[in-house]
Structure formats: structure tokens, C-alpha cells
């Protein structure tokens, strides 16, 4: 049975580059904005990746405008962790970070093991391959947590 979305909720991973702004994205558009949703990075010494927003273009996600950032950026900027109600982690690095900032805190952490598709394949269409599948299993992970988005059914 699908759960009931949270009131906000934080996606990381190790850049902030690909899956944590594609988390973000999806999320807003399968789900609306009735959930507060962000992303953020272990580091963020990378831009937006060109085939992200590639594979989110083909679903009218706009994702060139998106600023990678990290932990640290965030908590200078006055951003609190403890105001999330999940930190979803899509990285193993990203998983320990998120746990080693909220260890004081009542927070879920979830880990959702998702392809890191940097670094496959060879062609283009290849590469477009294999960030389309990383896009799918966050579709697939939100829809097996949340259920199928309303306006889908």
C-alpha cells in the first residue's frame, strides 16, 4: 500500500549533477507541489549533467536552470535539515553524509539505490540509454512509495 507524501522532502546523491535533480524534478511533476522538494550534493564541484536534462526534457521537465549545491552550501544558507520529513539518499557516499548530519535528529533516511549512469555507454544514443533507465527506477522507486501519481491514473 502506497504511503502518504511527506510535507518535504530532500534528495542527494554525490554531485547534485544527475539522480538528486532528476529526483527533484520528477517528484514536482508526477507529484505536484504540494510536497516541498529539493536536492542536494556531497559536493557540488559539477554542473547540471546535458543528458539529465535531456531525458527530463522528453517528459517537459526543465532541468538547465537547476544549481548544483551541497551540504555544506546549504547549511550556510541557513537550510536545516531537521525541516525535512525524509532525505531520500541515491549514493552510498550520500547515504553516510545524510546520516552523519542528522544523527541528533527524528528524520528518516532512505537509501534507494539508483544507476549512476555517468560513464556508460559509448554513443550518444547509448549514453541517452542509460540515463533513460536511471530516470524509469526513480519513477518506478516514487510510484512503489507514493503510488501512481493522480494524474496518471
Known amino acids: 500500500m502506497a504511503e502518504r507524501l511527506p510535507q518535504s522532502i530532500l534528495f542527494c546523491c554525490d554531485h547534485n549533477a544527475v539522480r538528486s535533480p532528476m529526483a ?3 517528484m514536482k511533476k508526477l ?19 546535458g543528458f539529465a536534462i535531456a531525458v527530463c ?10 544549481r548544483a549545491r551541497s551540504f555544506d552550501q546549504m547549511e550556510q544558507l ?13 549514493s552510498p557516499a550520500s547515504q553516510q553524509r545524510a546520516l552523519d548530519l542528522t544523527r541528533f535528529y527524528a528524520l528518516d533516511v532512505e537509501y534507494w539505490p539508483i544507476l549512476d549512469p555517468t ?14 533507465q536511471t530516470r524509469d527506477q526513480l519513477i518506478e522507486r516514487m510510484t512503489e512509495k507514493w503510488g501512481e501519481p493522480e ?3
Request: without cysteine; proline residues 0%.
Open 151 to 153: 494524474h496518471l491514473r
Open 31 to 49: 507529484y505536484g507541489t504540494g510536497t516541498y522538494v529539493q536536492s542536494v550534493g556531497v559536493k557540488h564541484d559539477l554542473e547540471i549533467d
Open 24 to 26: 527533484e524534478g520528477l
Open 57 to 66: 526534457q522528453e517528459m517537459d521537465i526543465e532541468l538547465s536552470r537547476h
Open 119 to 132: 560513464g556508460q555507454g559509448e554513443s550518444r544514443e547509448a549514453k541517452l540509454v542509460s540515463y533513460r
Open 78 to 90: 541557513g537550510d536545516d535539515l531537521s525541516s525535512f520529513d525524509l532525505i531520500v539518499a541515491l
